[in-house]
């Protein structure tokens, strides 16, 4: 059970990293839809004068991923009878 909830999580932020890499690149969902990929590829063009608009987007799915990690992380450590000694 603890391998498939490390799994699950971990996919997750594999899913959400991925889905910002193509909006990043412009495959991602269309302009009206708005996507945190989409949001950092706008904000490179200002990121000199402006670079907020890029790093915000950017530290939102940072911390999105880390959240999930460490969200699966410690269901692992709750639901691991190994760990409880």
């Given amino acids: 059970m603890s391998s498939i ?36 590829t706008g904000g490179r063009a200002y990121i000199m004068n402006a670079w907020w608009i890029a790093a915000f987007p950017g530290l939102a799915i940072l911390l999105a991923v880390l959240g999930f990690n460490l969200l699966g992380d410690a269901l692992r450590d709750i639901f691991d009878p190994r760990l409880r000694r």
Avoid at 20 to 26: H, I, P, R, T, V
């Fill in 5 to 40: 909830i490390i799994t699950a999580t971990m996919d997750l932020g594999v899913a959400i990293i991925v889905t910002a890499d193509l909006s990043f690149l412009g495959i991602g969902a269309q302009p009206p839809m708005a996507e945190l990929g989409a949001m950092v």
